[in-house]
């Protein structure tokens, strides 16, 4: 049986997670999932793994990221004892074998992942696995921008706003230029049970078997979101235009420049579940 992969895109905070979550509430698709990540897991792998081991030039990078991706909380969710040897079918075999095994054992014709970074890989992922389904989270921008803002940034900082939005429109562009198919937010939000057919029907699941409310969705604020004041929507504003009227060519060059120069780390939460035990 073939085992077809699918992949999330989406900046984060647009609903990646709550959109993953009820597609893999199929039993026929294959996602580690743990409460401790608010259900579906990222792998984080070829967007922080790669890069932090040298991007698997080497044999001994390879090894690197076959002993570091076997510790982590994504793999040990699989519930695979040991991955296929990395060196001869390289990184991106070695995650589809891995994924594969796993789906197979779960009895799913789909494997899934959801890694936001990974929207910035869309040309790579989608010429690595040709026959993958590749889908787009995307949501309102100013509601992205300050849930990324108030998440992870400084309200009060006119940068924080330019900056998110000029992150998020490059996300976007990214996913448009690769044509991705995309799903709205305010669509699953207001217009749920369609919208989950429509992703049932395109993907060929059975609806009854897509849980509605899989897991909670998640949020930056402790209440309602906060309304926008004139110089946040003017920052927001200058950072959106400027990528708007950068050539989509030229963005993903600076993108692959920017991530072959900036130094990878692996995400604090890679070893949570297994340094718990």
């Given at each position: 049986?073939?085992?077809?992969?699918?992949?999330?895109?989406?900046?984060?905070?647009?609903?990646?997670?709550?959109?993953?979550?009820?597609?893999?509430?199929?039993?026929?698709?294959?996602?580690?999932?743990?409460?401790?990540?608010?259900?579906?897991?990222?792998?984080?792998?070829?967007?922080?793994?790669?890069?932090?081991?040298?991007?698997?030039?080497?044999?001994?990078?390879?090894?690197?990221?076959?002993?570091?991706?076997?510790?982590?909380?994504?793999f040990?969710?699989?519930?695979?004892?040991?991955?296929?040897?990395?060196?001869?079918?390289?990184?991106?075999?070695?995650?589809?074998?891995?994924?594969?095994?796993?789906?197979?054992?779960?009895g799913?014709?789909?494997?899934?992942?959801?890694?936001p970074?990974?929207?910035?890989?869309?040309?790579?992922?989608?010429?690595?696995?040709?026959?993958?389904?590749l889908?787009?989270?995307?949501?309102?921008?100013?509601?992205?921008?300050?849930?990324?803002?108030?998440?992870?940034?400084?309200?009060?900082?006119?940068?924080?706003?330019?900056?998110?939005?000029?992150?998020?429109?490059?996300?976007?562009?990214?996913?448009?230029?690769?044509?991705?198919?995309?799903?709205?937010?305010?669509d699953?939000?207001?217009?749920?049970?369609?919208?989950v057919?429509?992703?049932?029907?395109?993907?060929?699941?059975?609806?009854?078997?897509?849980?509605?409310?899989?897991?909670?969705?998640?949020?930056?604020?402790?209440?309602?979101?906060?309304?926008?004041?004139?110089w946040?929507i003017?920052?927001?504003?200058?950072?959106?235009?400027?990528?708007?009227m950068?050539?989509?060519?030229l963005?993903?060059?600076?993108?692959?420049?920017?991530?072959?120069?900036?130094?990878?780390?692996?995400?604090?939460?890679?070893?949570?579940?297994?340094?718990?035990?």
């Amino acid at each position: 049986m073939t085992i077809r992969p699918i992949f999330v895109f989406g900046r984060h905070r647009s609903g990646t997670t709550w959109l993953s979550n009820v597609i893999a509430s199929s039993p026929e698709v294959f996602a580690p999932s743990h409460e401790l990540h608010r259900g579906i897991h990222e792998s984080a792998f070829f967007s922080h793994l790669v890069r932090f081991c040298n991007g698997g030039r080497t044999a001994a990078d390879l090894l690197a990221i076959k002993e570091l991706f076997e510790r982590s909380d994504f793999f040990l969710l699989t519930g695979l004892a040991e991955g296929p040897d990395i060196v001869r079918h390289g990184f991106a075999g070695y995650f589809r074998l891995v994924m594969e095994a796993a789906a197979r054992k779960s009895g799913a014709r789909y494997w899934l992942e959801k890694t936001p970074a990974h929207t910035l890989l869309a040309k790579y992922l989608s010429e690595s696995y040709p026959d993958a389904i590749l889908l787009a989270m995307i949501r309102d921008s100013r509601a992205v921008v300050a849930s990324n803002v108030h998440g992870f940034g400084n309200p009060r900082s006119p940068w924080a706003w330019f900056r998110q939005a000029a992150v998020t429109a490059i996300y976007e562009k990214i996913v448009v230029r690769n044509r991705v198919h995309v799903i709205r937010y305010e669509d699953l939000r207001d217009h749920h049970r369609g919208t989950v057919r429509s992703i049932a029907e395109r993907l060929g699941l059975a609806v009854d078997s897509l849980s509605l409310d899989a897991f909670d969705r998640n949020s930056s604020y402790p209440g309602e979101a906060p309304s926008f004041e004139w110089w946040q929507i003017a920052a927001m504003a200058c950072g959106r235009g400027l990528v708007r009227m950068t050539p989509g060519r030229l963005i993903e060059l600076a993108v692959d420049r920017w991530r072959r120069r900036k130094a990878a780390v692996l995400p604090d939460w890679y070893f949570l579940i297994g340094s718990r035990r």
